[in-house]
């Protein structure tokens, strides 16, 4: 009997280890998938969205360099198409609901602007954006945010004018600067915002007599970017050029010596600061109305917008930084601090059309 019931009690024990291990691989034969598919739903939802398609007119590597950062610290791919202004505005309107763009970067608030007006935009709600971006540098309906800032400027030869000489952008369409003055072409969109600032805060009046004016006193007919007109400065063809600030600080620092020694040879001259202030205008971006990636877009927006990026935009592109909680870069500072136009650059798209026209009223070619 005793060995009876030892050969039970063991066939007991022997079950019963069975099943517990049967137990224990079942339950870890059910874990293990649910784990994997768990990973592998995380993984699509990556891969779907960790992605940010943008359309940009900037060429310069210090935009390649935040983008990479931003990926580096947020895991957002940042999809890049390049190509010219009016070309990418086109783009869009062409593209309507189909575009894969989720942001436009572009030059000039008057194309910023006429991206809006096509219906291309849409507005963001955004504390950060509107902390980082003055009013004065972001449309009204908050559209567009202006990411750096650039002043349009007297360039004068040092060796033949002084800087005493020099007042307000209207002086120079007085009679003592005849056949002293080198420009760019009326078709270029700085020069269109720049007498659009004029009509804003003149009229359109006072702004068609200074463009007359300034006609009146071209060294040559315009011709060539606003690099060209600092060389043609030096070259002996005029006394003054109207650029671009961005562009001296780029050939300061050019790999081209002949652009160096042209940098060198002129200096800044911030005009009217003693009245209206000196025009300025923005690179800037905007969400696409038909963003499929409107959040990871926005977290761009809000990154580039930051203090980090907007000093790297200052410090290696020689642009001034839109947030102004961010200095200018040491060759900014250099030329000293100035009064800008106090109008907010919507205005610079609203009077472009009448702009236009008034160039070619008083034969600015």
């Known amino acids: 009997m005793k060995g009876r019931f030892m050969k039970i009690a063991l066939g007991l024990v022997l079950v019963a280890s069975l099943l ?49 950062m931003f990926t580096e610290e947020t895991g957002i791919k940042v999809n890049v198409v390049k190509g010219k202004s009016d070309e ?14 989720d942001l436009l970067i572009t030059a000039d608030a008057g194309r910023l602007f006429r991206a809006k007006e096509k219906e291309l935009l ?42 005493s000489e020099l007042s307000t952008y209207e002086d120079l369409a007085s009679d003592k600067w005849k056949g002293k003055i080198l420009v760019r072409a009326s078709s270029n969109i700085y020069n269109q915002s720049l007498l659009a600032s004029m009509i804003a805060i003149d009229g359109e009046d006072k702004a068609k007599q200074w463009a007359k004016g300034i006609v009146k006193n071209m060294a040559r007919d315009p011709e060539g970017n606003d690099r060209a007109q600092a060389k043609a400065v030096v070259a002996g063809e005029g006394d003054l050029a109207i650029m671009n600030t961005y562009y001296i600080g780029k050939m300061l620092n050019s790999s081209d ?12 001259f911030f005009p009217n600061q003693e009245t209206t202030g000196t025009h300025i205008n923005v690179s800037g971006i905007g969400l696409t109305r038909y963003s ?42 250099s030329w000293g601090e100035f009064k800008t136009q106090e109008i907010n650059l919507s205005k610079l798209g609203e009077f472009n059309k009448r702009a236009v026209e008034i160039f070619n009223e008083v034969g600015w070619k």
């Open 20 to 68: 517990a291990f049967a137990g224990c691989q079942s339950k870890e034969e059910l874990q293990a998938p649910q784990e994997k598919v768990e990973n592998s739903s995380d993984n699509q939802v990556e891969n779907k969205a960790q992605v940010v398609n943008l359309y940009t007119d900037r060429h310069y590597d210090t935009d390649e360099e935040l983008y990479k």
């Open 88 to 101: 990418l505005i086109e783009r869009l309107l062409r593209e309507g609901e189909d575009t894969e763009a």
């Open 122 to 163: 849409k507005s963001i709600e955004n504390d950060t954006l509107v902390k980082n971006i003055p009013e004065n540098l972001r449309d009204k309906d908050n559209q567009w945010f202006g990411l750096t800032v650039r002043g349009r400027v007297v360039v004068y030869l040092k060796d033949r004018v002084n800087p």
């Open 257 to 268: 010596l002949e652009e160096v020694k042209v940098a060198k040879s002129v200096g800044v």
């Open 292 to 333: 499929k990636n409107s959040e990871n877009a926005v977290e761009l927006m809000e990154f580039l917008s930051s203090e980090k990026a907007q000093r790297q935009f200052a410090e290696a592109n020689y642009e001034y930084p839109a947030n102004p909680n961010v200095e200018p870069s040491k060759l900014l500072k």
